[in-house]
């Protein structure tokens, strides 16, 4: 497996309360994404880095922050939880060259429930 | 929205059969990958092939490409009862992030 740690693995949390979510990679890759999981969804992506403090917006970013300090770290907030973003979220890495796609590697995911 | 749909959304087989999975997508794209996703795991890679293929093995998979249907298809042959997972495809396009479908839950019974 790809180096990826997410944690935590698993969260209750209230709404209204924010909450982080880390990502941590030992693979030094440029390429850094947060997805969600929903069923009948498949995965969406909410933010994603491609660089040190370079970040930017997927297709399902509203209610979502993301910072990248470090080339290993990038965290997910989620600055006032809502019932609508319980989900699994994903992280995943990907060591791109340049326009075009390369394989993602993915953690194994954080199960958040807003209650 | 989603840019791969798969089908069927639910496959139910024997070990030792084959399995085939379709994808289906809508606009046109750079390359198309695969990945299995087992209960409570991330996904996992299985193959990668570009628009100008129209064909890759990998094991006892094999993928087809045929961008003028825009579909693509994973077929696992001699199918064992650990190949049991969701299975995903995921299209690009230049500049663009991948996008998922919402996958074909594949069981193989023993």
């Known amino acids: 497996d790809a180096g990826i740690t997410q944690s935590p693995r698993h969260k209750v949390t209230e709404t209204g309360t924010p909450v982080t979510l880390r990502c941590h990679q030992t693979?030094?890759?440029?390429?850094m994404y947060w997805y969600r999981q929903d069923p009948g969804h498949g995965l969406r992506l909410i933010h994603y880095?491609?660089?040190?403090?370079?970040?930017d917006k997927g297709e399902v970013s509203d209610g979502y922050s993301v910072s990248r300090s470090k080339t290993e770290d990038f965290l997910l907030t989620l600055e006032s939880a809502t019932s609508s973003q319980t989900s699994v979220y994903f992280c995943?890495?990907?060591?791109?060259?340049?326009?075009?796609?390369?394989?993602?590697?993915f953690g194994n995911g954080t199960r958040l429930t807003v209650t | 929205s989603q840019q791969g749909e798969e089908d069927p959304q639910a496959l139910s087989i024997q070990e030792g059969e084959n399995a085939t999975m379709n994808c289906s997508y809508k606009?046109?794209?750079?390359?198309l990958q695969w990945y299995r996703q087992n209960s409570g795991r991330g996904l996992v890679h299985l193959i990668l092939?570009?628009?100008?293929?129209r064909e890759k093995h990998s094991g006892r998979l094999r993928v087809t490409l045929d961008t003028s249907k825009k579909s693509s298809s994973l077929l696992i042959t001699a199918s064992r009862a650990a190949d049991t997972a969701s299975y995903f495809c995921?299209?690009?396009?230049?500049?663009?992030?991948?996008?998922f479908g919402a996958g074909t839950r594949l069981t193989v019974k023993p």
């Open positions: 995943a890495i990907s060591d791109r060259q340049g326009a075009y796609n390369s394989p993602l590697h």
């Open positions: 693979e030094n890759h440029r390429y």
């Open positions: 880095s491609y660089g040190v403090k370079d970040t």
């Open positions: 606009t046109s794209i750079n390359n």
């Open positions: 092939i570009r628009s100008n293929e």
């Open positions: 995921a299209t690009d396009a230049l500049f663009n992030d991948m996008r």
